[in-house]
Nanobody, 121 residues
Framework: QVKLVESGGGLVQAGGSLRLSCAASGRIFRINCMRWYRQAPGKQRELVADISSGGSTNYADSVKGRFTISRENGKNTIYLQMNSLKPEDTAVYFC???????????????WGQGTQVTVSS
């Protein structure tokens, strides 16, 4: 079994910062791409940022220059440093990862349970 667990969400004022963490555990042979998504009430889930196993990153235009995704491969963990937060960043943030549970097994797509981020104006 593979599990992704997010932490670090909360309530912050506009202009503030939060740092989200996502740790993968369980039967893991290799983790490839890891991502942060978010879903605001009444809206579709959207990709916020992703990071490859080699450390290449991509960001949604709405968060470029404010959010930074990073990764600790030895800990199977990714982070999302969120600065200059805006009320429109309010959403549930989900961690997603492409994981091979074993060397002879195919890659599967795993999701965390989500963590709430609320930015007040």
């Amino acid at each position: 079994q593979v599990k992704l667990v997010e932490s670090g969400g909360g309530l912050v004022q506009a202009g503030g910062s939060l740092r989200l963490s996502c740790a993968a555990s369980g039967r893991i042979f290799r983790i490839n791409c890891m991502r942060w998504y978010r879903q605001a009430p009444g809206k579709q889930r959207e990709l916020v940022a992703d990071i490859s196993s080699g450390g290449s990153t991509n960001y949604a235009d709405s968060v470029k220059g404010r959010f930074t995704i990073s990764r600790e491969n030895g800990k199977n963990t990714i982070y999302l440093q969120m600065n200059s937060l805006k009320p429109e960043d309010t959403a549930v943030y989900f961690c997603n990862a492409d994981i091979k549970p074993g060397p002879l097994l195919k890659e599967y797509d795993y999701w965390g349970q989500g963590t709430q981020v609320t930015v007040s104006s």
